[in-house]
Every structure is written in structure tokens, then in C-alpha cells.
């Protein structure tokens, strides 16, 4: 798969994404203060942000992407809202996401189709989560077939993860949910 170029998402990530991604609402569900999570595929800081306010200052965020322009930006954005002390920015590999575990909550959006070995992909976030741990995958429906999208929660599931399906929870989205086991 190829990786969308940072310089297109802004083509969605820009101020009207918040009337159709409300990450507040969205997120509210998985995390807590003093959450540890990570916000895979990070892009330009849209989900990071919020994920930062909402673990507090007793908290962690690691914002993975493997675009350093993508990094830069969403660093910018944590620090104009001045959680940026809670965020550790990871420029991760084809080969590795560069996780320090254990998380609470992994959010993956809009990201898991552009990964080349999504078998060794959720290989790590098993390796980074702990039993009870919860994933947040979402997909867009516009260029991803729900067939995919089952297949990618079928190969979760075969990596230690159980889950199920969620329609309707994120607009214009497939989206599963999965728990470590």
C-alpha cells in the first residue's frame, strides 16, 4: 500500500474536520486521566491533541507517523495548545512503530490499509499493550471496502485481540474496536 503524502491531508485535516470528526466526543469512551495511549498514524495532530487533553497532566500520548513533515505539524498544533509536554512524537519505520508499552488505548485512524505487514503490525501493538487494553480502528469508507475492513479485524483477532464490528460510531468510517486479551 502507499502512504497518503503529508502535504494531502490537509485536504481533510483542517478546521471543518472538527464538525465531522469530533474528537472529543469520539474519544471520550477510551480514555481517562492519567491514560497512557498512542495515536497511530498521527497525521497532522487532529486526534493528538485531544488525546493529550484528555490523559492530563498524569498522562502520556506517543504520536507515531512515519512522515516527519506529519510530526512536525501535529508537535505545532500540542504546542499551541500547550499539551505538548504529555506528547512524545515517534517517526516510526516501515519495520517498527517504535512503541513503548504498555498502553491503555491505541487509536489507528484511517491508517491500517496503507500498512504494508499488517501481521507484523498488530504483532506490536499486542507487544505494547496489556490484557484489557483497547484499539480504536477506523477505516474510510470511501477508498476502503468493509471486506477489508473485516479482514483487518479477522487478522487482530488472530494476533491476541478480540473485537467486533461498530457501525455508525465514526462518520464516513468502518471502525472495530478490539480488546488485548
Not at 16 to 26: G, P, Q, S
Not at 29 to 37: A, D, I, L, M, T
Not at 81 to 106: M, Y
Not at 147 to 152: R, S
Request: hydrophobic share 45%; proline share 5%; charged share 25%.
Amino acid at each position: 500500500m502507499r502512504t497518503c503524502p503529508w502535504w494531502f491531508t490537509w485536504t481533510f485535516d483542517n478546521p471543518l474536520r472538527r464538525l465531522v470528526h469530533d474528537a472529543h466526543k469520539m474519544l471520550e469512551p477510551y480514555v481517562v486521566p492519567g491514560s497512557r495511549v498512542a495515536d497511530i498514524g498521527c497525521g497532522m495532530g487532529h486526534f493528538t491533541v485531544e488525546l493529550a487533553r484528555s490523559v492530563g497532566p498524569a498522562g502520556s500520548v506517543q504520536a507515531v507517523d512515519v512522515q516527519p513533515q506529519q510530526l512536525r505539524v501535529a508537535e505545532r498544533r500540542c504546542r499551541r495548545a500547550g499539551v505538548a509536554e504529555r506528547v512524545r512524537f515517534i517517526e516510526a519505520t516501515a519495520e517498527s512503530l517504535k512503541l513503548n508499552g504498555p498502553v491503555d488505548f491505541v487509536l489507528a485512524f484511517w491508517m491500517v490499509h496503507e500498512v504494508t505487514d499488517r501481521a507484523g503490525f498488530f504483532d506490536q501493538l499486542r507487544a505494547a499493550t496489556e490484557p484489557g487494553a483497547r484499539v480504536l480502528v477506523a477505516e474510510p469508507m470511501f477508498h476502503v471496502s468493509r471486506e477489508d475492513v473485516e479482514a483487518e479485524l479477522a487478522l487482530a483477532a488472530a494476533h491476541g485481540f478480540y473485537g467486533a464490528m461498530r457501525d455508525g460510531i465514526v462518520r464516513f468510517s468502518w471502525a472495530f474496536e478490539l480488546e488485548r486479551m
